[in-house]
C-alpha cells in the first residue's frame, strides 16, 4: 500500500495552500483531485480580489492560482490528477479511482498519517417549471464555460440572484461577448457588493427587484428559447398578472453555494448546521481538525466563504498536520497558525465578513462543547 | 431515438476577443464524432466545450421521461452531460477531453439506444 504523511483531498486554493505548507515543514504530501487540471475553481476567477495587500488584493484569482502551483511545483507538493476518493476508511486509509472517464479505472488505496479534506462547495439550484432543460445551469458553470473553455453557454443570459457571484458573472459574460438580457432577483436589495452592482447597472442590463423565475420555456428541441419572470409579493410568491416574457437562451442561477461534505460525513465526522456558512459542515478547532483524529478540513467544505479564506485554512490545516507529525516545532506552529488567524480576522471584517467572523466563533465554540478533543475512534452508526 | 441537436453549422459559440483572458486561437484542431457526425474541437478541451462551441446543447435523454439534459454544473459533479463516449456509457462530458478521432453519441437514459416498452 502507498503511504503518505498528508494525503489531501482538492487541489483548489485550500488543498494547494494546505499543500504547499505540510511540504515545507518536510511532510510528504499528495493531493489527489477529480479535475483535468489543478487549481479547483481558482482559473475562472478572473476579476481581481478585494482584501488587503497580505492577500494580494487587485491580483487576479487566476494569477494566485498560477502563483499557488508554481509554488506547490517547487515545494515537491505531488498531485495526481484525474482522480477521484471515492472513501475513506477508519485507520485513515484513502480509496482513490484513477482514470478519465471513458478510459479504463484503476483504484488504488492509499494509507494517509494525516488527511485533508477541501473538497470545496456545489452550487444551490431554484426550483421552477421547466429548470431541467438544457439552457439551465448554475452561474458557476456558466463561468467555467467562459473564462476556462472559451465557449459562451448561450448568446442570451437570464441571471437569477445578485449576490457577488451573480454581479461578477453577469459581468464576465458581456466581456465573454454574451448578452445578458435580464438579472433577477427576489429581495428587494441587491445581495452582493455595490461596486459590482454598479457595473452591472452602467453596463445598462435590465435589473428585476422582487421578481424570480416562473418558468424557462423550451424551442422544438426543449433547450430554452424563453424565460417567464414574475414580481413576488413579501412572501417571495409570484403576484398574478405581472408576468414578463423574456427572451433568452440560457439561464444562469447563482443562489449561492453548499459545502461539499459527503467524504466528512463518511468517517462520521461531528456535524452542525450553519446558515452563514450554507448548510452543513464538519465542526472543527483551530487546527482545523475535526472531531476525528488526524482529519482536517479547509475552505469552502469548512462553510462557504471565498478563495481567499480558502487559502488561509488551508494553511493553517497543512501547518497543524505537519505540526502532529513532530514536523514542525511546537512554537513556531503556533506562531504561525496564530498569524494566519490575525489575517482571517482582517479577511472576516465589514457587513458581509462580520457575520461570518462571528459565524466561525460559533463553530469554533461549538466544536470545545461537543467534542473538546479530537476522538481516535470512529463511532460508527447503527 | 434520433437526436434533436441542431449541429454544427447553426453557430459558433467560441469566446474569441477577450479584454482580460489571453484565448490562444491556433489550438491544433481535432476531428471528433457526434452522432455520426463530424466536428471539430480545440485539442485537450472537455468534449462538452466543444459540443457547445457547436451549437450542441443537448448530451442525453433521461430514462423515464426521455427529457433532454444539458450542461448543469460544468465540473463533474451533476452528470447531467453524461454521453455514450466510445462506446462507455455515462461519461461526464465537462471533464473528459476530447481526443481525435473519438466517437461521441446523445446517450438515452442508461445507454446509448433507448430501451422502450
Not at chain 1, 477508519?90 to 479505472?105: I, M, R, T, Y
Not at chain 1, 453555494?257 to 456558512?277: A, D, H, Q, S, W
Not at chain 2, 466510445?86 to 461519461?91: A, F, H, I, R, S
Amino acid at each position: 500500500m502507498i503511504e503518505k504523511d498528508v494525503v489531501i483531498v482538492g487541489a483548489g486554493p485550500a488543498g494547494l495552500a494546505a499543500g504547499i505548507e505540510a511540504s515545507k515543514a518536510g511532510a510528504n504530501v499528495l493531493i489527489i483531485d477529480l479535475n483535468i487540471k489543478p487549481g479547483g475553481q481558482l482559473f475562472k476567477q478572473i476579476h481581481k480580489f478585494f482584501g488587503s495587500s497580505a492577500h494580494r488584493s487587485g491580483t487576479r484569482g487566476m494569477d494566485i492560482g498560477m502563483l499557488l502551483l508554481r509554488e506547490a511545483e517547487e515545494n515537491g507538493v505531488e498531485i495526481w490528477l484525474k482522480s477521484t476518493v471515492i472513501g475513506l476508511f477508519p485507520g485513515n486509509k484513502v480509496a482513490v479511482e484513477k482514470g478519465l472517464e471513458n478510459e479504463a479505472k484503476e483504484v488504488v488505496t492509499i494509507l494517509a498519517k494525516k488527511i485533508i479534506v477541501a473538497t470545496g462547495a456545489s452550487e444551490n439550484v431554484v426550483r421552477f417549471k421547466g429548470w431541467t432543460k438544457p439552457g439551465v445551469m448554475g452561474a458557476g458553470a456558466a463561468q467555467t464555460m467562459i473564462n476556462v473553455n472559451h465557449v459562451k453557454p448561450g448568446e442570451k443570459v437570464v441571471m437569477l440572484g445578485s449576490g457577488n457571484v451573480g454581479l461578477i458573472v453577469s459581468y464576465q459574460l458581456m466581456q465573454a461577448g454574451c448578452d445578458v438580457v435580464a438579472l433577477v432577483e427576489a429581495a428587494p436589495k441587491i445581495g452582493g457588493y455595490a461596486v459590482h452592482a454598479a457595473k452591472i447597472r452602467r453596463a445598462g442590463v435590465p435589473i428585476y427587484m422582487k421578481h424570480t423565475i416562473i418558468e424557462a420555456i423550451g424551442d422544438e428541441t426543449d433547450c430554452v428559447k424563453e424565460v417567464v419572470i414574475a414580481e413576488v409579493d413579501d412572501k417571495f410568491q409570484p403576484i398574478s398578472g405581472t408576468e414578463k416574457v423574456i427572451e433568452a437562451d440560457c439561464v444562469a442561477i447563482a443562489a449561492g453555494l453548499k459545502p461539499t461534505v459527503e467524504l466528512t460525513r463518511l468517517l462520521n465526522c461531528e456535524f452542525t448546521f450553519n446558515g452563514v456558512f450554507g448548510g452543513f459542515i464538519p465542526l472543527h478547532n483551530k487546527n482545523m481538525e475535526t472531531s476525528v483524529e488526524g482529519v482536517y478540513v479547509a475552505g469552502d467544505a469548512t462553510g462557504v466563504e471565498e478563495a481567499n479564506t480558502a487559502l488561509e485554512e488551508g494553511r493553517i490545516a497543512g501547518i497543524a498536520a505537519a505540526q502532529s507529525l513532530s514536523l514542525i516545532a511546537d512554537k513556531e506552529a503556533e506562531e504561525k497558525k496564530d498569524a494566519i488567524w490575525k489575517r482571517l480576522e482582517m479577511l472576516r471584517l465589514g457587513p458581509f465578513g462580520e457575520r461570518r467572523l462571528s459565524a466561525k466563533e460559533v463553530v469554533l465554540a461549538e466544536y470545545l462543547n461537543k467534542v473538546g478533543m479530537p476522538q481516535a475512534e470512529i463511532k460508527l452508526k447503527g | 431515438m434520433q437526436t434533436k441537436n441542431k449541429g454544427a453549422d447553426t453557430m459558433c459559440l467560441r469566446v474569441e476577443n477577450h479584454v482580460i483572458l489571453e484565448v490562444d486561437n491556433n489550438v491544433p484542431l481535432v476531428q471528433i464524432t457526434v452522432d455520426g457526425k463530424m466536428i471539430a474541437a480545440k485539442e485537450g478541451e472537455p468534449i462538452l466545450a466543444a459540443l457547445l462551441a457547436n451549437g450542441i446543447k443537448i448530451n442525453r435523454y433521461t430514462l423515464k421521461k426521455q427529457e433532454p439534459r444539458g450542461l448543469f454544473c460544468g465540473i463533474g459533479q451533476c452528470t447531467d452531460c453524461a454521453m455514450v463516449v466510445d462506446g462507455k456509457p455515462n461519461v461526464r462530458t465537462c471533464i473528459t477531453p476530447v481526443r481525435d478521432g473519438m466517437v461521441v453519441e446523445t446517450q438515452n437514459g442508461l445507454h446509448k439506444e433507448v430501451e422502450r416498452k
